[in-house]
């Protein structure tokens, strides 16, 4: 999902979203100049309360 459609889908301001995403608050990667994030890795992380591992075993946390 592109910043636009997580922000919508959470009903976040997309200047939060970023904040959240660059300090890894929410599971997302950079491809060029634009984040990206996976739609179940999104759920996951809102469905285990806040706290998700990435894929790369690290924790990251995701805010309501």
């Known amino acids: 999902m ?3 459609e ?3 889908n959470l ?3 997309k200047s939060s ?3 959240f995403a660059q300090d890894g608050k929410v599971p997302g990667q950079k491809v060029g100049r ?3 994030f996976h739609k ?3 759920e996951a992380c ?3 309360g806040g706290k998700a591992g990435s ?3 690290g924790g990251q946390t995701c805010k309501r």
């Open 11 to 13: 009903q976040v301001a």
């Open 40 to 42: 179940a890795a999104i």
């Open 34 to 36: 634009h984040w990206r």
């Open 17 to 19: 979203l970023y904040n």
């Open 6 to 8: 997580l922000a919508g």
């Open 46 to 48: 809102l469905n285990a």
């Open 55 to 57: 894929e790369d075993g």
């Open 2 to 4: 592109t910043v636009d």
